[in-house]
Structures are given as structure tokens and as C-alpha cells.
């Protein structure tokens, strides 16, 4: 498929899947852009703003980018200065309306999205694609005229080696290291 397809399968798969409440109020609360430039990092394919649900002042922007072959490490590079960018470029539009008396009332998370027809495992994407970070994996196929996109992560890395390591690297946070007096947490004790 060429970027020109797959971009224009991209905005259709989003648009069914993130608006597909079929509420007036969904539909005033999403909106999609493609091939959104972001002033400092350059384009992304698709710019999705849409309202969480239960939390009406919270907007939520997801940038898309989407790659014909396989996700590596350049473009999870590419994604976050696009994030960081457009995070600073909303920080100076905010700074701007405040100087005007404006204040405001709401929420906006920014999150970027690579889907590419594989995701290379690395240490990074192994990372961020397991632990809640602003950056999200998905891998495409074909799906008659469009294309199908599925959340993409494998086994979570095992990170026992990296315990001592962060547990030195916090020391002013408190912590009760359950492991070294035997307790165990239960589920559900948080």
C-alpha cells in the first residue's frame, strides 16, 4: 500500500474505532487532522483531539504516525520530539492566553501512536511499550479497501536487574521494600 492509502486507512480506522459512541456529543468532542504539521518536528500523519470519557474538561491529543514496514527506534525518536513539540507549542499558546486574562479549564495528555506493519523489539520499545508511557505500539494489515490496527507489545522485559539501581537512585522518596522483610503485598491492597 502506498503512504497515501495507508495515511487515509489510518484516519478511517481511528475515526470508527475512537468515535464510535454515535452520540452528538462524540461527534462535537472528535476531531481528526491529517498530515497535522507541528511547528519544530515537522508532520505526523494524523492528529486525533478527543474528550475522555468521565472526565469532560480532559482533552486528549493523539499524534499518528504510520510506517509501511517495521517500527524501530528512529521513529519512537521521531515521535517524541514530536510530542515534546507539540507539548511546548500548547505551553506557549496557554502562556499567551493567560497574558490575556484567559485561564484555563481544562486538561489536555498528549500521547504519540506508531503503527507500522511490524514493531522491532528493542530494549526501548520493549520499555515503553509496556509501562504506561505516553507512547503507544500498533501493527497494521490489509482489511479489504482499509486496514485493520491492533495494540502491539510482547512480553513484558524483565527488569530484576535494575532493582538495586533504582532503588539507590531515589533515596529522598520513601520506600518499604516488602521483598527484603518477607511481606508480600496483596491484590488489590494498593
Not at 114 to 132: E, T
Not at 157 to 171: E, S, T
Request: with cysteine; hydrophobic share 40%.
Amino acid at each position: 500500500m502506498s503512504g497515501i492509502r495507508l495515511s487515509k486507512g489510518l484516519a478511517a480506522w481511528v475515526e470508527s474505532t475512537l468515535n464510535s459512541s454515535g452520540d452528538s456529543a462524540a461527534q462535537h468532542c472528535f476531531e481528526l487532522r491529517p498530515r497535522f504539521r507541528i511547528p519544530g518536528s515537522g508532520r505526523v500523519d494524523l492528529l486525533s483531539v478527543r474528550h475522555e470519557k468521565g472526565t469532560p474538561d480532559h482533552f486528549r491529543v493523539d499524534l499518528w504516525t504510520i510506517v509501511p514496514g517495521a517500527v524501530v527506534e528512529k521513529d519512537v525518536d521521531a515521535m517524541t520530539r514530536s510530542a515534546f513539540a507539540f507539548q511546548a507549542w500548547y505551553a506557549e499558546l496557554m502562556e499567551h492566553a493567560e497574558t490575556q486574562g484567559f485561564t484555563r479549564g481544562h486538561l489536555l495528555s498528549v500521547r504519540g501512536n506508531l503503527v507500522g506493519a511490524s514493531v522491532r523489539r528493542s530494549p526501548l520499545i520493549d520499555l515503553l511499550s509496556h509501562w504506561g508511557s505516553g507512547m503507544f505500539f500498533w501493527t497494521w494489515t490489509r482489511a479489504g479497501d482499509g486496514i485493520e490496527v491492533i495494540p502491539a507489545y510482547d512480553k513484558a522485559p524483565a527488569l530484576g536487574a535494575a532493582r538495586a539501581q533504582l532503588k539507590a537512585l531515589l533515596p529522598h522518596l520513601s520506600w518499604r521494600d516488602v521483598s527484603e522483610s518477607g511481606e508480600r503485598m496483596k491484590a488489590g491492597s494498593l
